[in-house]
């Protein structure tokens, strides 16, 4: 998969000292404003209106609240029922729609998904040596949601965030192989329009892709970047491949028998993680 130092998103790089992560999420670092923009950040703010010791709002108080004329809070509330993201009570209040609450409960599933693979991606770091990704799918790209990082002098180094294409990787591959048929040969036609090599192999490439499945992992070797090699298996769940889990390192200090043992590793630890989701509900 991706590799170790030409690429801002792979790279080696020399250990650091441990971050404790915390139990709770921190705050966010207030972002940077972005012009042009005053309108839509008023309506944003419309949403903050509501508390749970305040649920309905009336559109005067919205006004004061966000500070704009009373005609305009109306505009905004009307934009926000238009979405589907309030709704009245017919008593001339507002309140957070059910669909709100959906958003939270997607928000809280994100969250929860990366505190039951962590602890587990840093047990595979540490049997592995190497570091460790967990990626997911979206849309045409394969990006990494978490990382447990390799304390050796020499390592891939990840950055959360990171993006790429879904046929060259171990992760990505896995993902891409996984996909339904149409799904997926609708993404190679686009991919091939732009990836020469792609066009040259299709046969192989797809009887890649079906061994993937078969034997439930995927490998790879310089695929992104150069000297990494990588392996990935799948985690579940229900019945819904959730995401790719892989072990990437420098491949000159992988043997044969190394990686052999890194991709039961991986399996395992992938399996692990799907029983976990299963544990709650997920």
């Given at each position: 998969?991706?590799?170790?130092?030409?690429?801002?998103?792979?790279?080696?790089?020399?250990p650091?000292?441990?971050t404790?992560?915390?139990?709770?999420?921190?705050?966010?670092?207030?972002?940077?404003?972005?012009?042009g923009?005053?309108?839509?950040?008023k309506?944003?703010?419309?949403?903050?209106?509501?508390?749970?010791?305040?649920?309905?709002?009336?559109?005067?108080?919205?006004?004061?609240?966000?500070?704009?004329?009373?005609?305009?809070?109306y505009?905004?509330?009307?934009?926000?029922?238009?979405?589907?993201l309030?709704?009245?009570?017919?008593?001339?209040?507002?309140?957070l729609?059910p669909?709100?609450?959906?958003?939270?409960?997607a928000?809280?599933?994100?969250?929860?998904?990366?505190?039951?693979?962590?602890?587990?991606?840093?047990?595979l770091?540490d049997?592995?040596?190497?570091?460790?990704i967990?990626?997911?799918r979206?849309g045409?790209?394969?990006?990494?949601?978490e990382?447990?990082?390799?304390?050796q002098?020499?390592?891939?180094?990840?950055?959360?965030?990171a993006?790429?294409?879904?046929?060259?990787?171990?992760?990505?591959?896995?993902?891409?192989?996984y996909?339904a048929?149409?799904?997926?040969?609708?993404?190679?036609?686009?991919?091939?329009k732009?990836?020469?090599?792609?066009?040259?192999?299709?046969?192989?490439?797809?009887?890649?892709?079906?061994?993937?499945?078969?034997?439930?992992?995927?490998?790879?070797?310089?695929?992104?970047?150069?000297?990494?090699?990588?392996?990935?298996?799948?985690v579940?769940?229900?019945?819904?491949?959730?995401?790719?889990?892989?072990v990437a390192?420098?491949?000159?200090?992988?043997t044969?028998?190394?990686?052999?043992?890194?991709?039961?590793?991986?399996?395992?630890?992938?399996?692990?993680?799907?029983?976990?989701?299963?544990?709650?509900?997920?």
């Amino acid at each position: 998969m991706p590799s170790r130092k030409t690429t801002p998103k792979a790279r080696a790089t020399a250990p650091r000292a441990a971050t404790p992560r915390p139990k709770a999420l921190l705050p966010l670092a207030p972002a940077k404003r972005i012009r042009g923009t005053a309108s839509s950040r008023k309506v944003l703010q419309v949403l903050t209106s509501f508390t749970p010791d305040r649920p309905i709002v009336t559109v005067d108080a919205i006004a004061k609240s966000v500070k704009v004329p009373l005609s305009t809070a109306y505009r905004y509330i009307a934009l926000l029922r238009e979405v589907g993201l309030v709704t009245d009570d017919g008593h001339g209040g507002y309140h957070l729609s059910p669909r709100m609450v959906e958003l939270a409960r997607a928000s809280r599933a994100a969250f929860s998904f990366i505190d039951v693979a962590l602890p587990v991606m840093e047990k595979l770091r540490d049997a592995s040596g190497e570091t460790v990704i967990l990626v997911r799918r979206v849309g045409d790209a394969a990006i990494c949601i978490e990382r447990a990082e390799s304390v050796q002098r020499v390592r891939l180094s990840f950055e959360v965030g990171a993006s790429f294409p879904l046929h060259r990787g171990a992760s990505p591959k896995l993902l891409l192989a996984y996909m339904a048929d149409r799904e997926r040969d609708e993404y190679l036609a686009r991919a091939r329009k732009i990836d020469p090599d792609l066009r040259r192999r299709p046969g192989p490439f797809a009887e890649e892709l079906a061994t993937i499945v078969r034997q439930g992992w995927s490998e790879s070797s310089e695929e992104i970047t150069p000297d990494i090699w990588a392996a990935a298996a799948p985690v579940a769940e229900g019945t819904r491949l959730a995401a790719a889990l892989s072990v990437a390192g420098p491949a000159f200090r992988l043997t044969e028998r190394q990686r052999t043992r890194i991709i039961s590793l991986t399996r395992r630890a992938a399996d692990e993680i799907s029983q976990k989701l299963a544990a709650i509900g997920r």
